[in-house]
């Protein structure tokens, strides 16, 4: 069952505009969302995270816009920059994981074309 | 410095053998954990150990063996490789085991079986 799901598979903006990144949940106990930034070859870093009780979090270009009611969030890279260009992963935890297990989505493929 | 290293980079081993992945963090968590990506299915959390103790498993398969001999060290035994088992394994590390405490991620070792 695929707890977290990510829209669209893969993205291609153009430099300067916004590219918007959306996830979607299905457990109502996830309380806490954060994303993270993989290169090719690299580890997935932590981007930004938000906490169930804030509906946005920002943070530079990047920005969590957050639905609980809907069960959806949205990130929001502004102006983005060729150095965007990477896959970026939605996360999910519950407070019943209290052994710190993450969920986490397919995965959006974004290109930021110069 | 990396803040969590993992050795090796690359993997490859036959089918029926045995790899053991090295994990070590220098951020001073006490809560380390072991993820998994393949091409099929999006990052897997497979462990999670707290001061050197398992809190929780996840992987349906007890050739997958965790080890941790230092409180900063985890490291994950592989026995009786299947080409299945092929992936990239990512150790990961935090302060705190609770479901919304800031995981951070190594480089990961990537494993082909041959």
């Known amino acids: 069952q695929q707890q977290v799901r990510q829209s669209p598979q893969s993205l291609t903006v153009w430099e300067g505009e916004t590219a918007i990144l959306n996830c979607s949940y299905e457990?109502?106990?996830?309380?806490?969302f954060p994303w993270y930034q993989q290169f090719p070859g690299e580890g997935p870093a932590l981007l930004i995270s938000?906490?169930?009780?804030?509906d946005k979090k920002e943070d530079g270009r990047f920005t969590i816009f957050f639905n609980k009611r809907e069960k959806k969030l949205s990130l929001h890279i502004t102006d983005s920059q060729p150095g965007d260009s990477a896959t970026y992963f939605c996360a999910a935890s519950s407070p019943n994981y209290n052994q710190g297990k993450l969920i986490f989505g397919q995965g959006t493929k974004l290109s930021i074309k110069p | 410095d990396p803040k969590i290293i993992q050795k090796p980079k690359y993997l490859v081993a036959v089918t029926g053998s045995e790899k053991i992945l090295i994990c070590e963090q220098y951020?001073?968590?006490?809560?380390m954990y072991w993820y998994r990506q393949s091409a099929k299915k999006p990052l897997e959390f497979m462990f999670s150990y707290s001061y050197q103790k398992l809190m929780d498993n996840q992987t349906a398969s007890s050739r997958f063996q965790p080890q941790s001999s230092k409180k900063n060290h985890l490291d994950l035994q592989i026995t009786a490789l299947k080409p299945d088992d092929s992936a990239t394994y990512f150790c990961?590390?935090?302060?705190?085991?609770?479901?919304?405490?800031?995981?951070?991620f190594g480089p990961g070792t990537r494993l082909t079986v041959l």
């Open positions: 938000i906490r169930s009780v804030s």
């Open positions: 951020l001073g968590h006490n809560a």
């Open positions: 457990d109502s106990t996830f309380n806490y």
């Open positions: 990961a590390s935090s302060q705190g085991s609770w479901g919304n405490a800031e995981q951070f």
